[in-house]
């Protein structure tokens, strides 16, 4: 009987090293990028960030590397802030609220009310009233061999907003950040709409200034002068 030849150890190296070689790695992260333009046009976009002028969101997708298990248990470290959750998008460009209230104005009446409202197609907005009219969504047309029907029309599905009420605690936050957004879109406003844009940021702002929120102390009424002696 014919004996088998011994692996030679270069051979038994080698495939080691292809076996290692071929283990499955850990998935890369990837960014998507929010883009919305002064005119309120979203776009997302795979790994490119936004233009200049425009506010952007991040979104990141993929798994966490993996951390060894230590060979000793060291003592915790103090808890650091959580970041934010995989899977939603965190603003880092655009609007950059910098505004309080004035103690003085703790004495005038809340803002009026404010609702953060969704889209049927993710996007957020703040608006007055908890029921805003529904939107059109559109639909896609197929042919009756159910493919793609090119040209042969459009059609949408009204969709109500999902809108949630700002807490009274957040109102004067809620309504720095609209200011904020209409003076970002009045910044970038083309010449067709930029007295729409200066009207919609003099309503904002004519609102917080009559309110607790405002940044400013109040003015005082004048106080008439006395009347002469006769």
């Not at 248990?73 to 880092?92: D, I, M, N, T």
């Not at 970002?184 to 904002?204: G, N, Q, V």
């Amino acid at each position: 009987m014919r004996s088998l030849n011994p692996i030679a150890p270069g051979l038994l190296l080698t495939a080691c090293f292809l076996l290692s070689a071929a283990s499955p790695v850990a998935a890369q992260e990837t960014v998507f990028y929010k883009c919305t333009d002064a005119q309120g046009n979203v776009t997302v976009q795979n790994g490119t960030p936004c233009g200049a002028g425009m506010k952007q969101e991040i979104r990141r997708v993929g798994a966490l590397p993996t951390v060894p298990v230590p060979a000793q248990r060291a003592p915790e470290p103090e808890p650091a802030p959580p970041p934010p959750a995989y899977g939603e998008f965190v603003l880092v460009a655009g609007p950059n609220m910098a505004r309080h209230p004035a103690p003085e104005a703790a004495e005038l009446p809340l803002p009026p009310a404010l609702f953060q409202c969704t889209t049927w197609d993710g996007n957020t907005y703040f608006g007055e009233t908890a029921t805003p009219d529904p939107r059109c969504a559109p639909l896609q047309v197929v042919g009756i061999d159910g493919s793609a029907a090119m040209g042969m029309g459009q059609a949408c599905e009204m969709r109500q907003d999902t809108c949630t009420a700002i807490p009274e605690d957040q109102l004067c936050a809620a309504w720095y950040r609209r200011l904020d957004e209409a003076e970002f879109k009045l910044r970038y406003a083309t010449p067709s709409d930029r007295r729409a844009r200066e009207a919609e940021r003099a309503e904002f702002a004519g609102k917080i200034r009559a309110s607790r929120c405002s940044p400013d102390a109040p003015e005082k009424p004048a106080t008439p002068a006395p009347a002469p002696v006769p």
